[in-house]
């Protein structure tokens, strides 16, 4: 059994290559294929692949929640178990198992959550070549999340992004992802031009119209943050014909939401890339809030498994890419383990033998 503490955790995702991103990129994306695949499956006796109880959980009288949640892809088993006390700071671990049973690695939930969650954008930004500017990319929020979508886009686009904004309700929490940031991003990307400001910190007229005027110039839209109104108007990014790739994964229950309907339908014929259809029509609230149909929505595992290369459509009249994100068991499992494997091959951890 392998135990990678945080610290080296952090360590081997900072230390990623071009070439190792990708090949764990493609590790998610086949997982998200084999799911949508499995979904869409009529055939009763076919035996699954893939297997996602629903999460339990452990309410004290303290108030302390436990989550647990299970998945299998049938070579190895995944729990990931998550700690919410009242009045202390969210943790946990995911423990990977053979099928087998034995105990492979126990890993943290919440750098793998961050990363996975942000590479789950990149299956599907990674692979529209072509089809809008990369030029100059917008993240709002100040945590993890967030900071992995910027160090994903940029490993994984490099050669394409001039700029990336990082926009923020409040200013402290900014500030403290910038300080450890902006120094390594100043060092791998030398003629990378990387702004940052709060709307706490700006006169209301001052905020929106910088706002205002970087939506404008901007095509990718990572939306990070836990808000319950849009973190911008349809308006503002309609004013100019300029194609774009707005996902979302910050909003996570049903009075959240992070763009309003009018920038949600705005894909071609009113298409949403999701990563799972029915957990995100049951907790996004983008969604529910704008009556989305499940036959409005795309499977991002569906188009990887039609054509590997090419994700969405092209010519006249095509709109914004839209892709929303709620997370599921099996993205945690196939992405911890890989990360486990490459620890070991690194001698990061520490091995238990029992």
């Given at each position: 059994m392998l135990v990678l503490p945080e610290d080296q955790l952090n360590q081997l995702l900072l230390n990623l290559d071009q070439t190792q991103c990708e090949t764990i990129l493609q590790t998610l994306s086949d997982a998200l294929a084999t799911c949508s695949a499995q979904a869409k499956s009529i055939d009763q006796n076919q035996q699954q692949q893939i297997h996602q109880p629903l999460?339990?959980?452990?309410?004290?009288?303290?108030?302390?929640?436990?989550?647990?949640?299970?998945?299998?892809?049938?070579?190895?088993?995944?729990?990931?178990?998550?700690?919410?006390?009242?009045?202390?700071?969210?943790?946990?671990?995911?423990?990977?198992?053979?099928?087998?049973?034995?105990?492979?690695?126990?890993?943290?939930?919440?750098?793998?959550?961050?990363?996975?969650?942000?590479l789950a954008t990149m299956t599907l930004f990674s692979r529209c070549k072509g089809l809008f500017s990369k030029s100059r990319v917008i993240v709002f929020g100040a945590g993890?999340?967030?900071?992995?979508?910027?160090?994903?886009?940029?490993?994984?686009?490099?050669?394409?992004?001039?700029?990336?904004?990082?926009?923020?309700?409040?200013?402290?929490?900014?500030?403290q992802m910038m300080a450890g940031l902006l120094p390594?991003?100043?060092?791998?990307?030398?003629?990378?031009k990387v702004n940052a400001y709060a709307k706490s910190s700006l006169a209301p007229g001052e905020y929106v119209s910088r706002l205002n005027s970087d939506?404008?110039?901007?095509?990718?839209?990572?939306?990070?943050?836990?808000?319950?109104?849009?973190?911008?108007?349809?308006?503002?990014?309609?004013?100019?014909?300029?194609?774009?790739?707005?996902?979302?994964?910050?909003?996570?229950?049903?009075?959240?939401?992070?763009?309003?309907?009018?920038?949600?339908?705005?894909?071609?014929?009113?298409?949403?890339?999701?990563?799972?259809?029915?957990?995100?029509?049951?907790?996004a609230g983008e969604l529910i809030m704008a009556g989305v149909q499940e036959s409005q929505l795309v499977e991002a595992g569906d188009v990887f498994g039609q054509d590997p290369n090419l994700v969405v459509e092209?010519?006249?009249?095509?709109?914004?890419?839209?892709?929303?994100?709620?997370?599921?068991?099996?993205?945690?499992?196939?992405?911890?383990?890989?990360?486990?494997?490459m620890g070991a091959e690194k001698g990061l951890g520490t091995k238990v033998d029992f």
């Open positions: 999460r339990s959980s452990i309410v004290t009288n303290h108030g302390d929640t436990t989550l647990f949640m299970p998945v299998s892809d049938t070579l190895s088993t995944g729990i990931k178990v998550v700690a919410v006390p009242h009045n202390g700071p969210i943790r946990g671990v995911i423990n990977v198992l053979s099928a087998q049973g034995a105990l492979l690695g126990v890993i943290s939930a919440a750098e793998v959550t961050a990363f996975r969650t942000a993890r999340q967030a900071e992995w979508h910027a160090r994903l886009a940029l490993l994984l686009s490099a050669t394409e992004i001039e700029a990336i904004t990082f926009i923020n309700r409040g200013q402290d929490r900014l500030d390594d991003l100043k060092q791998r990307y030398p003629n990378l939506l404008a110039e901007s095509s990718v839209l990572f939306c990070c943050t836990p808000s319950t109104e849009p973190l911008f108007a349809y308006d503002t990014i309609a004013a100019n014909n300029r194609r774009r790739f707005i996902s979302m994964i910050g909003s996570y229950k049903p009075h959240m939401q992070e763009i309003d309907k009018q920038t949600l339908l705005s894909g071609t014929e009113g298409r949403i890339y999701v990563d799972s259809k029915h957990a995100c029509l049951k907790e092209k010519g006249p009249g095509a709109g914004n890419i839209v892709f929303k994100c709620v997370g599921m068991g099996i993205m945690d499992l196939v992405v911890a383990k890989t990360l486990l494997d």
